[in-house]
């Protein structure tokens, strides 16, 4: 085992964050508002994304299956802050967690892995394209927006 520092792929992570914002850009309605609930049937799942705060700069959402995949896991949820002017949308917690820091030391008491925000991030990337490939909105037609 490795006992290099974990390096932080700032530009990769930057291209996961751009190409989330674009991700949303097609899924979310151009009024979405705080409060707003939009519902995507993806197989025999819903995935809901919930606007939680909308401000002139940034817009909170929450993302999460309706149901879990499997019997006795939790739902999963992950909390995405869309930066408007920075054109970017990036996982800040997961399941009602703290922020995310960048790295963690290896081994650690949460046993949460190194490139735990990227990974997170790169989850993000594929429920939205899942939702965009397969999806289909059960609110309203799909709506495409500038955010």
């Excluded at 009024?31 to 995507?40: K, M, V, Y």
Aim: net charge neutral; glycine share 6%.
């Amino acid at each position: 085992m490795s006992s290099q520092r974990y390096q932080i792929d700032l530009s990769g992570h930057l291209a996961d964050c751009e190409l989330n914002f674009r991700r949303l850009r097609q899924l979310l309605p151009a009024d979405a508002e705080a409060g707003d609930c939009l519902r995507f049937g993806v197989a025999a799942n819903m995935v809901e994304l919930l606007v939680k705060e909308r401000a002139p700069y940034t817009t909170m959402l929450e993302l999460r299956l309706h149901k879990p995949l499997l019997a006795g896991l939790p739902v999963p949820s992950l909390q995405v802050r869309v930066y408007h002017d920075a054109k970017l949308a990036e996982v800040m917690g997961a399941k009602g967690l703290r922020p995310l820091k960048p790295r963690y030391a290896y081994p650690n008491a949460g046993m949460l892995q190194r490139d735990e925000k990227a990974q997170q991030n790169t989850y993000l990337g594929e429920w939205l394209s899942l939702c965009l490939a397969l999806g289909h909105s059960l609110d309203n037609p799909l709506n495409l927006l500038e955010i």
